[in-house]
């Protein structure tokens, strides 16, 4: 069934098949509703209710939107019932009790709101395939720390040690102990990194480095702007 083959106001049967076609998936009343879509009963004129018809004579297509009629729908009623509607100027108007009883075969559902249903849900599955075909980005040990060139171009001139050779001696807050990431030297020295801010908190308590310095590298380093945030938590949590 293509777009044109929809009526302006389908049967239930006529936008689940549609639907069903535009999907690739099953659809019922229930999934209908449960997608927002307003279901629409015809009600022709009645004289007895002259203010819910106003000047429409020949009757009119009058929306389901109260939540318990819809509710009831949902569940499998046998037939509808409309408590709330709204009049034929689109004013909500309460329905006399017990409300307007018509049979399930009755109730239409817009060509305009299918189309749009139909819009929406191939936009999403679109989004979701490309998500899903879009390669995850591969763990690297950067994610977690940085190199040695990088905590050498950071902190060597801060600190009054050789930097260099405590770095590969990897002894104390050098170490795996220390800031330095656990396994990412086992393969090679070269693979090592080091997590910058364990670091800097311990060349400022071990090696009494300024915080003053040791801030304005987390502020001047590109390398070390993802850290910046981390490194600003554990000062205030350490009331520095």
């Known amino acids: 069934m293509s777009t044109t083959d929809l009526p302006f106001r389908a049967t239930t049967d006529e936008a689940c098949a549609w639907l069903a076609l535009q999907t690739a998936s099953p659809w019922t009343l229930a999934r209908l509703l449960e997608h927002g879509l307003t279901p629409y009963v015809w009600l022709d004129y009645d004289p007895a209710y002259p203010e819910l018809f106003g000047d429409a004579n020949g009757g009119y297509a009058a929306p389901i939107f109260f939540e318990g009629d819809i509710a009831r729908l949902a569940a499998g009623s046998d037939d509808v019932l409309m408590t709330m509607t709204k009049d034929a100027y689109k004013i909500v108007a309460r329905l ?25 849900l191939k936009h999403e599955a679109e989004a979701a395939a490309e998500s899903a075909a ?97 490194w600003e938590q554990s000062l205030y949590l350490l009331g520095k």
């Open 134 to 230: 879009r390669p995850a980005p591969a763990a690297s040990e950067s994610q977690y720390g940085i190199g040695k060139a990088e905590v050498l171009a950071a902190f060597a001139r801060l600190v009054r040690l050789d930097l260099d050779k405590a770095l590969d001696e990897a002894i104390g807050i050098f170490g795996d102990d220390g800031a330095r990431v656990k396994a990412s030297a086992r393969k090679s020295k070269r693979n090592a990194v080091w997590n910058p801010v364990t670091l800097a908190l311990g060349l400022h308590d071990v090696y009494r480095v300024p915080l003053g310095p040791l801030k304005r590298a987390f502020a001047s380093h590109d390398f070390l702007h993802a850290w910046q945030d981390d």
């Open 96 to 120: 006399p009790e017990p409300g307007f009883r018509r049979p399930l075969d009755q109730l239409r559902f817009q060509k305009k709101d299918l189309e749009r249903l139909a819009g929406k």
